[in-house]
């Protein structure tokens, strides 16, 4: 079974500050993971994902997520907030043998000018 | 890139009627897709899993009977809520999976239930 604990559902930042979102994954078999950032009445975007291979992603709009086996944790990091990045933040978690996303309950990120 | 749409983005309903809501994958084919429910402040919710020619797959707790999927071509996916009541209210999103594990999801559909 697959589960994902995102750690503080808001996280408030200055501009130009260091960005770092939390996420613990449970699985029993290799996961594959993702981050999704959500816009007010909109549908997901996927920032970036980890399969397989280097352990350090880099994703879209300057994020970057690290895939830690043995902390089992794929915490999401920008060095420098943007306005724009204010948003909600969800990670998720895919087993290799199935294919449904289990989502973390999400981390509202507010951008403080 | 791999577009999913769904109609409509909006719908308002009477309580007791039935609404569809579409998901289609615009330039891929798609042999599973899946629908998720959202409440306000709240994340997705894995509530079906729809395979092309087959019935859906629902979580545990998930009505089946009330919230009905098709699946009828490679390319579409409809999610048919019945006898709609103000706690059906919610965000729907639909996602269709490409190849690998990649699943592209659409906008997503707001329901109001009056």
């Known amino acids: 079974a697959q589960s994902v604990t995102q750690l503080g559902s808001h996280v408030s930042v200055s501009e130009g500050a260091l960005v770092l979102l939390r996420c613990n994954y449970s699985?029993?078999?290799?996961?594959?993971l993702f981050w999704y950032v959500q816009y007010p009445n909109q549908g997901l975007q996927l920032l970036l994902k980890y399969t397989t291979g280097a352990t350090l992603v880099k994703g879209i709009n300057g994020f970057e997520a690290e895939f830690k086996k043995s902390e089992t944790s794929f915490h999401l990091t920008k060095p420098s907030a943007h306005m724009s990045d204010a948003a909600e933040y969800f990670c998720a978690v895919s087993a290799q043998a199935g294919n449904q996303f289990y989502f973390g309950t999400g981390t509202s990120l507010t951008v403080i000018p | 890139g791999a577009v999913v749409s769904q109609h409509p983005s909006w719908v308002i309903c009477k309580s007791g009627t039935s609404v569809k809501i579409e998901c289609r994958s615009l330039d891929f084919q798609a042999t599973t897709m899946f629908w998720y429910r959202q409440f306000p402040k709240q994340s997705l919710m894995l509530m079906a899993t729809?395979?092309?020619?087959?019935?859906?797959?629902?979580e545990q707790g998930v009505e089946k009977d009330k919230f009905l999927i098709n699946h009828a071509s490679l390319t579409l996916s409809t999610l048919t809520v019945t006898s709609a009541h103000p706690e059906d209210s919610s965000f729907y999103i639909c996602s269709a999976r490409g190849e690998l594990w990649e699943q592209f999801f659409g906008p997503g559909t707001r329901l109001t239930v009056l």
């Open positions: 699985s029993s078999v290799p996961p594959y």
């Open positions: 729809s395979n092309e020619g087959s019935k859906a797959t629902y």
